[in-house]
Nanobody
């Protein structure tokens, strides 16, 4: 299973971007999916997670609550991350990954539940 994140770019503070996660085999509907980000030289951190489609529970790290929304597009077998009111500290490479489970707060323990990753997409928030 290989995932591909897309939709990144350069945006001014306060702006919006919508990231998309797709798979090579149309299998996202069978997994929980997490968005992870990483800044060079820093640890990866969980951003958001959505459980399997039977429940579709969503979880967010505190710093993005109210600004980011994770959702499934079942028709396209993709998982979206809509990011609003972006801040410079959101600058990172964003990856999507399959997850065995989602954790409240999408903290460091979320990284232990991850499975397949793919190529990330760069998000830069700068004026």
């Amino acid at each position: 299973v290989q995932l591909q994140a897309s939709g990144g770019g350069l945006v001014q503070p306060g702006g919006s971007l919508k990231l998309s996660c797709a798979s090579s085999g149309s299998i996202l509907g069978t997994y929980a999916i997490a968005w992870i980000r990483q800044v060079p030289g820093k640890e990866r951190e969980g951003v958001a997670c959505i459980t399997t489609p039977d429940l579709n529970y969503t979880y967010y790290r505190d710093s993005v609550k109210g600004r980011f929304t994770i959702a499934r597009d079942d028709a396209k077998d993709t998982v979206l991350l809509e990011m609003n009111n972006l801040k410079p500290e959101d600058t990172a490479v964003y990856y999507c990954a399959t997850a065995a489970w989602c954790t409240v707060g999408v903290g460091r323990d979320q990284l232990d539940a991850l499975g397949s990753w793919g190529q990330g997409t760069q998000v830069t928030v700068s004026s």
